[in-house]
């Protein structure tokens, strides 16, 4: 793996000379590689992790599993990549276990994502079900920690 790939994943706004710098690498070197990884599509994109609590406009997320009928000659992926073109999917894994897909949804309220579940998800061809759960309070998200409060980390040891 390119050296420079997990120091952009920790995070994509190091600047080059600082990437340069841990890699021991050139500037231009650095620059080189981050092109050709974009250029070859291993670097498909750079995002911003928001802390949802600390944002004006209100945010409703859920995963949704979804349940599927395989088709012939496509298995999961015709179906998948169709519900991946919906705006309101963030993101669609196929996975392992008691569901097939695993589908993260965003809208402004609740309605808005049950809306989606009931009138677009639910009614494709090949959805035999799916259970929607949704986000509460975030953590964690793209190993970036949200809720951290200052102070100790440990807890106080009494006698």
């Known amino acids: 793996m390119d050296k420079i790939l997990p120091l952009l994943r920790a995070n994509a706004r ?34 911003t992790v928001v802390d949802p609590k600390k ?22 992926d015709k179906t998948a990549e169709r519900i991946s073109r919906f705006p309101e999917v963030q993101s669609c894994y196929l996975m392992s276990g008691g569901y097939d897909l695993l589908v993260v949804v965003e809208g402004t309220t609740l309605h808005e994502v ?24 975030t953590y964690k998200e793209n190993g970036i920690e949200l809720n951290k409060e200052a102070g100790p980390q440990r807890l106080a040891v009494a006698p």
């Open 14 to 47: 190091t600047s080059v000379t600082d990437l340069a710098k841990s890699a021991n690498l050139t500037e231009a070197e650095v620059i080189a590689r981050i092109a050709k990884l974009e250029a070859d599509g291993v670097v498909l994109g750079y995002h």
């Open 55 to 76: 944002v004006s406009k209100e945010q409703v997320s859920a995963v949704i599993e979804v349940k599927l009928t395989p088709e012939r000659e496509g298995g999961f």
């Open 114 to 137: 049950a809306g989606f579940v009931s009138e677009k998800l639910s009614t494709l061809k090949g959805v035999i079900s799916t259970a929607t759960h949704f986000r509460l309070k």
